[in-house]
């Protein structure tokens, strides 16, 4: 009778110790095969689920839009329009730039000017010291009697000075030239092309001061030559909009009979953009 009371006794305890005991076994299991785990699966990206980042190619977008021109009426009736864009599309590698410009004028009611003319330059390492550059312009003019010219080339740019206030470079290309005269026969030549463009901010960007200068004799001809300058000073109103006036000399010494060879204009304008 007391060995049946103490199995009576015995039994429920031991039932209750396995119940507590399973549990804690289980965890224990649990945590050791946590452990056999190596942390670097865990932690360690896969390589293949990476994120791999593409270089960018454009990063910066300027533009502007100028507006000049000049009128006057009385013993002489002249108007003059010159309608100019310039945009830059920027990357960490190349710079690509157009400059398209539009003339059109009357003098006492006859037509004058209707030219035209469309560039584009691409500069690769342009915010380097040293840089090179392709470049393309198509040009027609009723001044000069030009039907259509075409031009091509490449060459090596220099960057004098670069602060915020001033910006010169001086460049240097070769360029295949063909000239289609309204009556002149076709002109090709290859010419060696040196340009010098600076601008220049003064009285904390109150007034700015811009000059592009073109020299471009022909490699086989040197009597054969052409120069374009272009002077503006501008006054900035605001962020976008600014007053600006501009000068213009352009020399061609083979032209058709009955043309000058050198013109000049000034303008007085407006312009609006970002640049």
């Known amino acids: 009778m007391k060995n049946l009371t103490c199995f009576r006794f015995f039994t429920p305890a031991i039932l209750v110790i396995l119940l507590i005991a399973a549990p804690a076994r289980a965890q224990d299991v649990k945590t050791d095969t946590l452990k056999v785990l190596p942390a670097d699966t865990v932690a360690a990206p896969q390589p293949d689920t990476a994120i791999i980042s593409s270089p960018v190619l454009i990063d910066t977008i300027r533009y502007r839009l100028i507006g000049d021109g000049n009128f006057t009426k009385g013993n002489v009736n002249r108007s003059l329009m010159v309608l100019r864009a310039e945009l830059i599309f920027s990357g960490p590698v190349i710079n690509i730039a157009t400059n398209p410009r539009f003339t059109y004028g009357k003098q006492n009611g006859v037509l004058a000017e209707r030219d035209t003319y469309v560039d584009l330059f691409v500069d690769v390492f342009k915010k380097r010291k040293t840089y090179v550059f392709g470049l393309a312009a198509l040009e027609t003019s009723n001044l000069r009697r030009i039907d259509l010219r075409q031009m091509a080339g490449a060459g090596i ?28 026969a076709t002109v090709t030549t290859i010419r060696n092309s040196f340009r010098v463009k600076g601008k220049h901010s003064f009285l904390s960007d109150k007034f700015r001061f811009n000059h592009l200068t073109f020299i471009q004799p022909a490699l086989n001809d040197l009597s054969n030559v052409r120069w374009n300058t272009i002077l503006s000073a501008e006054m900035p109103l605001n962020k976008w909009v600014t007053l600006r006036t501009s000068f213009e000399n352009s020399y061609e010494s083979v032209v058709e009979v009955g043309r000058k060879r050198n013109d000049s204009r000034i303008t007085f304008g407006i312009s609006v953009g970002n640049k």
């Open 157 to 184: 740019g220099y960057r004098v000075i670069k602060t915020k206030a001033h910006d010169l470079s001086l460049t240097d290309a070769l360029l295949y030239e063909s000239t289609n005269f309204f009556e002149k």
